[in-house]
């Protein structure tokens, strides 16, 4: 007869070998469930009413389907509509949609879901964070259920690539007004749950008329603290962390069997953000002299901890029209210093730089700042948070130096705005964007886009520092993540264990 | 009696009406605009201008802030900015996480303190009672997010008994949600604990010397019996005040430890609002914190009076 005391450490005992064995028992069966860690969580599920990369991260191509998508090459590949051509002006686009389409409360997917989204979209009370996308249309006529015709007033050449975006996510008149907390939409995955601060759940949706996903359940987990990150990973409560910025925890994962490490790219360029039009760097010999102060490979390794690639100019290494302009502005401190003699600041000058939180930032500004202290520019740091940052810096125009990274796939034609950030202005540059809004043709395209870089890089409009990495952490065994992001995206589609 | 309740509870509702003020006035100061936020860097004005009017932030600032404030008074806490829903359903929610979590805390640092506590004070200067101050003092030294690191570290990550955070929600069932609550409880706990394992030492050795101790003694009750009778009810009084100030820290410290383990409690929901800039969420639960803590305080001053039987300042 035991004790009373030997009864309780019995059955304190008990219940922990209890709660071991069934995690153990959870391990034992073949997987067709996924979770993805992700470090920031949507502030709400409708990707046409929001700009968070996190609301695509989880809806788009899973949940919610544009006209056409973007795959993990970055290539246009069907969406809701299985083809699509346009006419030789470029001013007539005809959508031919999936014939069995259906939303996920049942209603069918037709050709006046897509008008009623493309008509909200550009509405004068829209809310759609890239209105912009939707400005050249002129109507949106729907001949039969199966087609929609597009007739723009104007050609735009990323018109289909616009149209591919999760801002364009086709959506229905029933479900539009709730989809923020219920999201409905007609993809192979559909809305289970959203335990709100921890996770959103997506099951396989059983009606869906395309090729049915492999995992019958994608859970995303959101985690923003970089410790509890490693921990959730090394704990194995999370199959693949996407987008993972704690570089300085790589080396460990890469040597651990259990793990495996992808490294891509994301559309995220880098920027020493410059106010072109505030004293001293609306002086070119200023802003040429601060691109040879900056260290890039440095800067990587110190940032990234290897794992970037320098740009020369606004415009991703990936993509076709690049151009290498790395060599441009060379390291050079000394050539730094006679530049900023010759502008009149032979002694350097005092600066402030701005610092908005990403980690790739707030560690990149103080590289940055010793950089150009080494000089003569003395930068005084200030970290900021968000809000502050889009209020003052971004809207308000009212800085000199930030640092930031342009995550909006092929952005280049920001510098041409009017009143963007960055108070640039190039008859040359605006004239090379009109042309390209006129051209079709990939190659032509290309060269133009080749140009812009050029113009950027000869102004030295801003710092260009390095391509943000995508970084995915995974359990060994899984396949079919993306290694390159070139969308906001978690397309989980494709996903297996083997 | 009564004119004490009704003058606690005129102070209670200038407290947190004042603290309705202050939020409301700090958040309009703070530089920032939710729909900015939410629309990110491609927004148009004519986009930013329509979310502006759905959010109400056309508005002069004296009519939202009566809106907002007679809404209160009604019970009414508004809806999220950014999530879409009302403020009292998202409160509910990350109640149903901080509340539990630091009910569970306050039950095992009881748990651990009091039989700690009658131990040292049984033991006195012996090997045990050194052990039990030692552990205080470790205790008292370690801030509950440290503690946190160190359970994840033996729990999650090698002994893999306890996720490493996250919850699954109570609708998962109520094991695998206590499950995912008990290492963060428990880095709450030790800290607590050690504290109130040493106020129960000293509050036991103080009633053991008193009279009332000596006499029962001397009647040959034994010595168990009378640290358990006779010392430890008495000594229960400070044990219980001491207990009480701590429920607040207990939530508090709750904040912290929600985000080393990605609890979605209250404090999370305070710390995203703030960073998304959803001031109608802020606004209330920082209006339902203050409502809390003023709360908490009446109580204890009502249930003091109460067992006070002096006459109270100004009515004699």
Known sequence: ?498 | MLAFLLRRLASLIVTVWLASIVVFTVLQLVPGDPALLMLGVNAQPDTLAALRSQMGLDQPILTRYLHWAGGLARGDLGVSLTYARPVADLVAERLAVTLPLSLLSLVLSTMLALPLGLLAAARRGRGSDWAVLGFAQLGVSMPSFWIAILLILLFSLTLHWFPAGGFPGWSGGVGPALHALLLPALALAVPEAAILARVTRTAVLDTLGEDHIRTARAKGVGRMAVLLRHALPNALIPVATVLGLQISFLVAGAVVVENVFTLPGLGRLLYQAIGQRDLIVVQGVVVLLALFVVLVNALVDIACALADPRPKGGES
């Open chain 1, 1 to 498: 007869m035991p004790t009373a005391k030997q009864r309780v450490t019995l059955a304190a005992f008990a219940a922990m070998m209890a709660l071991a064995a069934a995690s153990q028992a959870a391990l034992a069966q073949p997987r067709t469930d996924l979770v993805v860690g992700m470090a920031l969580e949507p502030p709400h599920l409708d990707p046409t009413a929001g700009a968070a990369g996190a609301i695509k991260e989880v809806t788009y191509a899973n949940l919610f389907e544009p006209l056409l998508r973007v795959d993990a090459d970055g290539k246009l590949v069907p969406g809701l509509a299985e083809r699509w051509n346009v006419s030789e002006d470029g001013l007539t686009y005809r959508f031919t949609l999936r014939p069995n389409a259906k939303f996920h409360d049942g209603t069918t997917a037709d050709s006046a879901d897509v008008k009623f989204t493309l008509d909200r979209a550009r509405a004068a009370e829209s809310v759609n964070a890239q209105k912009a996308y939707f400005a050249p249309i002129a109507k949106v006529e729907t001949p039969d259920p199966q087609t929609a015709v597009v007739t723009l007033s104007r050609p735009d050449g990323l018109f289909l690539f616009h149209m591919a975006s999760g801002d364009a996510a086709i959506v229905a008149p029933e479900s539009a007004a709730t989809n923020k907390q219920k999201p409905v939409g007609t993809g192979p995955f559909k809305f289970d749950r959203w335990v709100a601060g921890d996770r959103v759940v997506l099951v396989r949706n059983p009606d869906y008329d395309g090729a049915k996903p492999k995992i019958d359940r994608v859970t995303f987990r959101f985690i923003s603290d970089p410790a509890a990150q490693v921990a959730a990973l090394k704990a194995g409560d999370i199959d693949a962390f996407t987008l993972f910025s704690t570089y300085e925890a790589l080396p460990e994962f890469r040597n651990d069997p259990a793990f495996t490490v992808m490294v891509g790219s994301t559309e995220g360029e880098t920027l020493l953000s410059t106010n072109n039009a505030r004293k001293p760097f609306d002086d070119v010999r200023v802003r040429r002299a601060m691109a040879h102060a900056i260290d890039r490979q440095t800067l990587i390794e110190g940032v990234l901890y290897g794992n970037g690639v320098a740009i020369g100019s606004h415009f991703p290494p990936h993509r076709e029209g690049y151009v290498d302009l790395t060599g441009m502005y060379p390291y050079d401190p000394a050539k730094a210093k006679a530049l900023l003699a010759e502008a009149g600041y032979p002694n350097g000058f005092d600066t402030t730089l701005r610092l908005p939180p990403p980690p790739y930032a707030r560690r990149g500004g103080e590289l940055v700042a010793a950089m150009l202290a080494e000089v003569g520019i003395r930068a005084k740091i200030e970290p900021v948070e968000w809000a502050a940052w889009l209020e003052k810096t971004f809207k308000g125009k009212d800085y000199d130096l930030t640092m930031i990274a342009h995550t909006e796939p092929l952005d280049i034609d920001i510098y041409a705005r009017p009143d963007y950030y960055f108070n640039y202005k190039s008859e040359r540059f605006n004239a090379l964007n009109d042309e390209l809004n006129r051209t079709q043709d990939p190659a032509k395209r290309n060269a133009l886009y080749g140009e812009q870089q050029k113009v950027l890089a000869e102004d030295a409009v801003n710092g260009f520092l390095f391509m943000l990495p995508s970084v995915t952490v995974q359990k060994a065994g899984l396949t079919g993540m993306w290694v390159n992001r070139p969308v906001q995206a978690n397309d989980v589609t494709g996903v297996s264990w083997k």
